[in-house]
C-alpha cells in the first residue's frame, strides 16, 4: 500500500483504489473506464459475484471479494438480482480469466465493462480485509484507467469529501415501479417458472431495491406479488387490498429512508395488517415500533453467516449483507429477539408480540448462500388469509 503524498504510479497500473485516509492500492483495472466514490466493504461468499454485483442493497458501495477468484464463471442473464448492477464496482485479488462454465454467456469483464462497473484485480484482498475488520468499512474511490494516467491527489479528494453511507436514503434511486410480479423458482435447463403465485393470497411488496429471488421465493411459497416503490403511501398500500405487505431489503441508512417509510409501516401495523420484512426491511420494522438503528463496524457480508433461531435453539447458516443493525437493547416490550447472529451476538430477527408480523436481519432468499431459512417465506405466507 502506498501513500497519496507520493503518488508515483507503477509501471502498468490501470487501476487504483484511494481511501480517504490516504492509503492508495495499486492495481489492474478492469470494466468501465473512469472512477467511483463510496464505502468500501468486503464480502466472504465463495459464489455469487453477479448476484452479489446485482444486489441493489450494494448501492453506494465498492465490494472487496475475500474469495480470490472472481469472475471464472463468467455471467450470464439468470443470475441477477435486478436489472442492472447496483454496487458501484469490486476489487479482487487474481487477474479475472477467460470465463470456464457451461452457464457463461458473457465474460465478467465484459460485462462489468457494458453495465458500467469498475474493477481492481491484483489487490492484497486479505490485507485490505484485515483492514477493514480492524478499523472500519472505509470512504474510498476506485479508478480505471488504461493508460494509468491517475490524478491520485484529485482522487483522494473526492474520497474525502464523499459524506458517507451514515444519513443517507438510497432506496428513492434504486426502487423500481409499481408491477405485477412474474416469475418463481430457477431449475437447471428450464430457467425461472413462470408462476405469478396463482392468485391467493396477495402480497403486496415494497420496493425499497429489492433482490428479485425474494419475489421468487413469495411465489414459490404460493403468494402473487405486487410489488409498489419505496415511497408508496398507506392508502395506496391497501388500494391493492393486501393480504399481507412486505418490506424488502435495500441500500444506506434505515434511519433516512425511515423517514417517509417508518409512518407508512406504522399505520400498516395499527390496521394489523401482516407484515414480513428482510434486511432494510427488518430495520424499518424495528424503527416503526420505536427502535433504534447503529451502523456497524465492519457489517456483515457473506454466505455463511450462523444464526441461532432463540425459540428452539436451532443454527441456520445465512446469507447476509448489512451495514447497519437493529440495537437490540431499544426494542421496546411488543418487540421480541428471535434471532441472534452467532459471529457477534447482534441482532438477527423480531416478532411483533402483539402484531403479525416479523422480520428477519439477513436474507432467506440466499442468491448467493444457503436455503436454509426458505421456511420464513412459508411461514408469512401460509399465515395469511
Ligand atoms: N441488504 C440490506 O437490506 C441492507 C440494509 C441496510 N442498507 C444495511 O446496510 O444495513
Known amino acids: 500500500m502506498a501513500d497519496a503524498k507520493s503518488p508515483t504510479v507503477p509501471k502498468g497500473a490501470t487501476g487504483v483504489l484511494v481511501l480517504a485516509d490516504g492509503t492508495v492500492v495499486f492495481g489492474h483495472g478492469f470494466g468501465a473506464v473512469g472512477d467511483a466514490v463510496g464505502e468500501v466493504c468486503f464480502n466472504t461468499a465463495i459464489t455469487g459475484y453477479q448476484e452479489i454485483m446485482t444486489d441493489p442493497s450494494y448501492a453506494g458501495q465498492i465490494v472487496t471479494f475475500t474469495f480470490p477468484h472472481i469472475g471464472n464463471v463468467g455471467t450470464n442473464a439468470d ?180 423517514a417517509y417509510a417508518v409512518p407508512v409501516i406504522a399505520k400498516l401495523l395499527d390496521a394489523n395488517v401482516p407484515i414480513f420484512g428482510i434486511c432494510l426491511g427488518h430495520q424499518l420494522l424495528a424503527l416503526a415500533v420505536g427502535g433504534k438503528t447503529v451502523k456497524m463496524h465492519q457489517g456483515h457480508r457473506g454466505a455463511n453467516h450462523p444464526v441461532k433461531r432463540l425459540s428452539d435453539g436451532a443454527v441456520e447458516i445465512t446469507s447476509m449483507n448489512h451495514g447497519f443493525a437493529v440495537d437490540m437493547d431499544s426494542l421496546p416490550a411488543n418487540a421480541r429477539a428471535t434471532h441472534i447472529s452467532l459471529f457477534d451476538g447482534s441482532n438477527c430477527g423480531i416478532e411483533i408480540t402483539d402484531r403479525n408480523a416479523f422480520s428477519v436481519q439477513y436474507h432467506p432468499e440466499a442468491s448467493p448462500g444457503p436455503q436454509d431459512s426458505f421456511y420464513l417465506f412459508e411461514k408469512f405466507v401460509g399465515g395469511l388469509g
Open 79 to 258: 443470475d441477477v438480482e435486478a436489472e442492472a448492477p447496483h454496487a458501484l464496482g469490486c476489487i479482487v485479488r487474481e487477474n479475472v480469466t477467460e470465463p470456464s462454465n457451461f452457464r457463461n454467456v458473457q465474460p465478467f469483464d465484459e460485462w462489468m465493462k457494458a453495465q458500467g462497473r469498475i474493477g481492481i484485480s491484483g489487490v492484497d484482498t486479505r490485507a485490505l480485509t484485515r483492514r477493514i475488520r480492524t478499523s472500519g468499512a472505509p470512504n474510498g474511490v476506485i479508478a480505471h484507467d488504461p493508460a494509468g494516467a491517475f490524478d491520485i491527489p484529485a482522487l483522494l479528494a473526492k474520497a474525502k469529501a464523499w459524506p458517507g453511507l451514515e444519513g443517507m436514503d438510497l432506496a428513492v434511486s434504486v426502487t423500481g415501479q409499481q408491477r405485477e410480479w412474474q416469475g418463481g423458482a430457477w431449475t437447471l435447463g428450464q430457467g425461472y417458472a413462470a408462476a405469478d403465485g396463482g392468485g391467493k393470497p396477495h402480497v403486496v411488496a415494497i420496493d425499497y431495491g429489492a433482490k428479485h429471488n425474494i419475489f421468487r421465493n413469495l411465489v414459490k411459497a404460493g403468494a402473487r406479488v405486487s410489488v409498489l416503490p419505496a415511497q408508496a403511501s398507506y392508502d395506496e398500500i391497501m388500494a391493492l387490498k393486501p393480504d399481507g405487505v412486505f418490506l424488502s431489503n435495500g441500500p444506506g441508512d434505515p434511519a433516512a429512508t425511515g
